[in-house]
Nanobody, 118 residues
Framework: VQLQAYGGGLVQAGGSLRLSCAAS????????MGWFRQAPGKEREFVAALSWSGGSTYYADSVKGRFTISRDNAKNTVYLQMNSLKPEDTAVYYC????????????WGQGTLVTVSS
């Protein structure tokens, strides 16, 4: 699976952005998907994840209630809708895919930069 994330940009605090992650490969629909982020000078952290069916979602406490992860298996795309953005959400956002039966994400996109100004 190859992943390409896009949709980042500059937004004011309180604004919204939707990130997209396009995946190649016929087995996309069987993969769990996740979004991670890495702020300058910090380690990469988990943001949100979604089961292969979209029936189960998981969020970091810092984004719960503001971000929504979803997927469209027909389009091989996973989304991250980000609302009520804060300056501390500024980071490079990465999408990742996890094969069934694997405990870790083995496939990563190139990242897209989100900058939230105060």
């Amino acid at each position: 699976v190859q992943l390409q994330a896009y949709g980042g940009g500059l937004v004011q605090a309180g604004g919204s952005l939707r990130l997209s992650c396009a995946a190649s490969g016929r087995t996309f629909s069987s993969y769990a998907m996740g979004w991670f982020r890495q702020a300058p000078g910090k380690e990469r952290e988990f943001v949100a994840a979604l089961s292969w069916s979209g029936g189960s979602t998981y969020y970091a406490d810092s984004v719960k209630g503001r971000f929504t992860i979803s997927r469209d298996n027909a389009k091989n795309t996973v989304y991250l809708q980000m609302n009520s953005l804060k300056p501390e959400d500024t980071a490079v956002y990465y999408c990742a895919a996890r094969q069934p039966g694997y405990g870790e994400y083995g496939y990563w996109g190139q990242g897209t930069l989100v900058t939230v100004s105060s």
